[in-house]
């Protein structure tokens, strides 16, 4: 652990910390899943193409969609996951 990773050697972007993460899966060996967080209303949509974003062009794997898209009425939940989804098999969505 290095203090400096959060001040010197990396920046704020979001993109940067998560490649930090995939580096510590053993340089993407062990394929990095991001939790997509609690829901929190009605930009769960929103947070959880972000996330899928980040967590693509960072170089992970996936996305942990439980509360965001589980939680709701069947036709947002189907939204949800068929956004992420999209995301990951985006061919223009590339590493950053």
């Known amino acids: 652990l290095d203090k400096r990773m959060y001040s010197d050697l990396s920046s704020d972007n ?7 993460q995939v580096a510590n899966c053993y340089m993407g060996r062990a394929g990095l899943i991001n939790s ?25 794997t996936g996305l942990i969609s439980g509360r965001k898209s589980f939680q709701k009425p069947m ?3 189907v939204k949800i996951l068929n956004t992420i989804q999209d995301i990951y098999l985006s061919k223009d969505v590339t590493i950053a």
């Open 14 to 20: 979001p993109i940067d910390l998560c490649r930090y």
């Open 75 to 77: 036709d947002e939940g």
């Open 36 to 60: 997509g967080g609690a829901s929190a209303g009605d930009s769960d949509l929103k947070e959880a193409a972000l996330t899928a974003l980040i967590n693509k062009r960072a170089g992970g």
